[in-house]
């Protein structure tokens, strides 16, 4: 189960220099390119909320949110901003603040779909499992044939033991995106039906036919 990261936008001299460096993936040089850009406008949102992606993809989390919160301050509605510092509180394991941020970005953004699939990420990982799956049918209302929405709802049926809901769930993922296959046996999610027969038939198709050849 994980959320979606969105990256947001950025134009306009230092601004814009800093956001090719972002799709470069060159962080250290996109925050070089953000930090020239505040000290030159220290109420400039837009660089602020660049600082943070570009320390996000650094792996400073903490203070990428910083980077956001002053983004905020600036900037109260400024959806990526608010959507962004959620993704980051998530890494830093501050799952109640992480979903409240994505509430703010689902307030400001309402068909935003990655918002409600990551708010029910976070729910989940707090073990509010009802308002999680409540989130997970909000974002698949938007998007109805995204592979990881239906993923991570099948986490969250697993989590809360609802067997049958969880392979209908993952059967679609992997119809629509054979490749979640690959996230399975790592996510501790599936963990108590890891010896259930119609699960591994999902999951691990090769390994299920050989245990039966054996």
């Known amino acids: 189960m994980s959320p979606d990261e969105s990256n947001g936008g950025h134009s306009g001299g ?8 972002l799709k470069r993936g060159d962080y250290g040089a996109a925050l070089a390119t953000f930090e020239r850009a505040v000290a030159g406008d220290a109420a400039d949102a837009e660089a602020h909320h660049g600082r943070g992606v570009a320390l996000r993809g650094l792996e400073r989390y903490d203070e990428a949110a910083a980077a956001y919160d002053e983004a905020i301050r600036l900037e109260p509605d400024y959806t990526a901003a608010h959507f962004n510092r959620a993704f980051v509180l998530d890494k830093l394991e501050r799952y109640e ?8 970005a689902i307030e400001l953004e309402p068909d935003n779909a990655k918002a409600y699939n990551n708010r029910g990420v976070a729910l989940a990982r707090l073990g509010n499992y009802d308002d999680a799956l409540e989130a997970y049918d909000k974002a698949l209302a938007l998007k109805p044939n ?25 059967a679609k993922a992997i119809e629509l995106a054979a490749g979640v296959r690959k996230l399975i046996k790592a996510d501790g999610d599936f963990r108590a039906y890891e010896d259930d027969a ?10 299920f036919e050989r245990d039966e050849e054996g």
Request: with cysteine.
């Open 198 to 207: 119609a699960f591994r038939r999902l999951a691990y198709p090769e390994e």
């Open 146 to 170: 995204e592979a990881r929405f239906y993923y991570n709802r099948a986490c969250t049926f697993s989590l809360c033991g609802r067997r049958e809901e969880l392979l209908a769930d993952l």
């Open 97 to 104: 603040e992480a979903a409240a941020a994505y509430a703010k």
């Open 14 to 21: 230092l601004r814009g220099e800093g956001n090719v460096l």
